[in-house]
């Protein structure tokens, strides 16, 4: 059986005081995973960080920690090869790249590999979710956009929920994420269509209690699990 899994996109966070603005999150206890957007300026019209701040941010976050906290680094870059080795030296966990930057998915997905990271593979929303069939066996997670990829705050497409549903179906094993416009409002669908870890940036980010937000996210989402299993 799948597990919930709040993942926090620090994009929305106050970059001032990234540690800080991340560990308030955190603290709320539900949140298992941040999400980190890498962003080229190239595969989207927009750049973000690299490498160089997941390593800083990762002293924040120990992985010899009691709790430690899985960076889920999702690189909406173009020749996702070229960041795979920075990325686990940095200390990231695990490594989304998106289908439409590539030509080769299945070489991408053995290199993420061989350097000891868990590999995810990323569909934008004009990506139909067939294509993800052939590599699926070999993922450990599927991201299905919920947005065109390159900014936070963005409204959630309700229309990929189709995608959710039949990838959930073929693969009820298979961590499903969904990235985009995710909070209180738009979680139910997601989490009913079959997606176990929800992105969130400005809903928990800019909750004047995050606390409030997460635990809801990850309730809705436990309930769905449950529902399904029965
Ligand atoms: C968008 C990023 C998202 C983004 C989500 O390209 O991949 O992770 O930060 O932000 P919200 O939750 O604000 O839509
Ligand atoms: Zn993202």
Same mark, same amino acid.
């Given at each position: ?77 173009? !020749? #996702?090869?070229?960041? *795979?080795?920075? /990325?686990? &030296?940095? @200390? ?9 930057? +590539?030509? !080769? #998915?299945?070489?991408? *997905?053995?290199? /993420?590999? &061989?350097? @000891? ?9 004009? +990506? ?103």
């Amino acid at each position: 059986m799948v597990k919930s899994i709040i993942s926090p996109s620090i994009l929305a966070s106050d970059f001032a005081n990234l540690g800080c603005s991340c560990k308030r999150v955190v603290d709320t206890g539900d949140v298992d995973w941040l999400h980190l957007d890498v962003m080229d300026g190239h595969f989207v019209p927009n750049i973000s960080f690299g490498a160089p701040i997941i390593e800083s941010l990762r002293k924040q976050f120990p992985k010899n920690s009691d709790k430690p906290i899985v960076f889920d680094c999702h690189m909406m870059v173009s !020749d #996702p090869e070229q960041w *795979i080795e920075d /990325i686990a &030296k940095a @200390g990231g966990d695990s490594y989304t790249f998106h289908f439409e930057a +590539t030509k !080769d #998915p299945a070489s991408v *997905i053995a290199k /993420i590999k &061989k350097h @000891g990271l868990k590999a995810a593979m990323g569909i934008k929303p004009n +990506t139909s979710i067939e294509e993800v069939y052939p590599y699926a066996d070999d993922l450990d997670m599927v991201l299905v956009m919920t947005v065109e990829p390159g900014f936070g705050g963005q409204k959630f497409m309700q229309d990929m929920m189709p995608k959710v549903e039949k990838l959930r179906a073929k693969y009820p094993h298979l961590n499903i994420q969904v990235d985009g416009g995710l909070g209180k409002d738009t979680v139910k669908p997601s989490a009913e269509a079959g997606a176990n870890v929800i992105v969130a940036g400005t809903s928990v980010f800019k909750a004047e209690n995050p606390k409030e937000v997460t635990e809801f996210l990850k309730k809705t989402v436990d309930e769905s699990i449950l529902a399904r299993s029965k």
